[in-house]
């Protein structure tokens, strides 16, 4: 017997993007390609090398971090102290850093693999392109988004949701002081009706 109700349909699920259906993936090889070559290389040289390796790469990136970290720190002093002394602050003090860091991280992380990549991302000129690469990418990225301000964006994220809610509201600040009263007073307030 049916009652003449509609079955409720549910909207098409968004498509998964690249990223995370490979991501996953990728992870899982690299992660056994790692533990693949340390086994290849513990059984040409012995298990004390490879555990000497890794111990020697974690101390090398945790030195590299460090440095990197000093030097950020010191870039950004420089920069607040220059902007508070009214001159106009010089840039490109902070070049590679953030890659000296993740070359570090890498070198920290156990594995062969991440040591030679993160040993890679040392080199200057491998900075200096993959900075270039990068900012073309965002540049890219930030043409092909929908015209408007950043505001606008997270208003059309916010509208887009997949559950189709939006609750459109307005803050309104009371900066006036308030005169002690009843009104002021902590206590129960009334229900909020809408």
């Known amino acids: 017997m049916t009652t003449g109700v509609p079955t409720p349909t549910h909207p098409a699920r968004p498509r998964r993007s690249r990223l995370r259906t490979f991501l996953p993936l990728g992870i899982a090889l690299w992660l056994v390609l790692e533990i693949w070559l340390l086994t290849v290389v513990a059984g040409a040289a012995s298990g004390f090398t ?3 390796l890794l111990v020697a790469g974690f101390v ?3 030195v590299i971090v460090k440095r990197a ?6 870039n950004l002093s420089e920069t607040l ?3 508070q002394s009214g001159a106009a602050p010089t840039g490109g003090g902070g070049d590679g850093n953030g890659l000296m860091m993740l ?3 890498l070198l920290m992380l156990p594995g062969l693999i991440s040591d030679a990549v993160g ?4 080199i200057p000129p491998v900075q200096k392109a993959l900075s270039r690469y990068a900012e073309r990418a965002i540049e890219r990225k930030i043409r092909e988004a929908v015209p408007g301000s950043v505001g ?3 208003q059309q994220a916010r509208i887009h949701r997949p559950d ?3 609750v459109q509201g307005e803050v309104i600040r009371d900066d006036t002081p308030r005169e002690p009263g009843p009104a002021s007073r902590p206590g129960p307030h009334p229900p909020l009706t809408g």
């Open 69 to 74: 970290g000093r030097r950020a720190f010191r």
């Open 164 to 166: 189709g809610k939006v």
């Open 103 to 105: 070359g570090g991280l």
């Open 152 to 154: 606008d964006a997270f």
């Open 119 to 122: 040993l890679l991302l040392l």
């Open 50 to 52: 490879v555990l000497l």
């Open 81 to 83: 102290q220059q902007q």
């Open 60 to 62: 090398l990136g945790s």
